[in-house]
């Protein structure tokens, strides 16, 4: 692993993660505003709610991992773009493709 593809994958690593932590906030966020009042009815603790939206964290990062990826790399090769990184490593002779495998 060369120290430019570790480089690549680092910055495509923190940008994923902070795709992915804002996706799974604004839906948790909107579920449990959904469901707010089905919890009120039938008088769920806290422990319940809790438990209920831990259970349910595994669907919800199925759903959102698709566009989190997708998200991370356009913002990638974005910042890549307008940092001037891709020409410079363009102009060493790494393909298009190499640069966005990671």
Do not use: H
């Not at 909107?30 to 422990?47: G, H, P, S």
């Amino acid at each position: 692993m060369s120290i430019l593809f570790r480089y690549i994958l680092g910055e495509y690593a923190k940008i994923f993660l902070m795709c992915f932590s804002g996706l799974m906030t604004i839906y948790l966020v909107i579920d449990f505003f959904e469901k707010v009042r089905r919890f009120l009815r039938y008088d769920a603790n806290m422990l319940d709610i809790l438990t209920y939206f831990t259970l349910k964290t595994p669907t919800i990062s199925f759903q959102i991992a698709p566009l989190a990826i997708l998200m991370a790399t356009l913002l990638t090769l974005g910042l890549f773009s307008r940092n001037n990184e891709i020409t410079a490593m363009r102009s060493c002779g790494i393909s298009l493709p190499w640069i966005a495998s990671p």
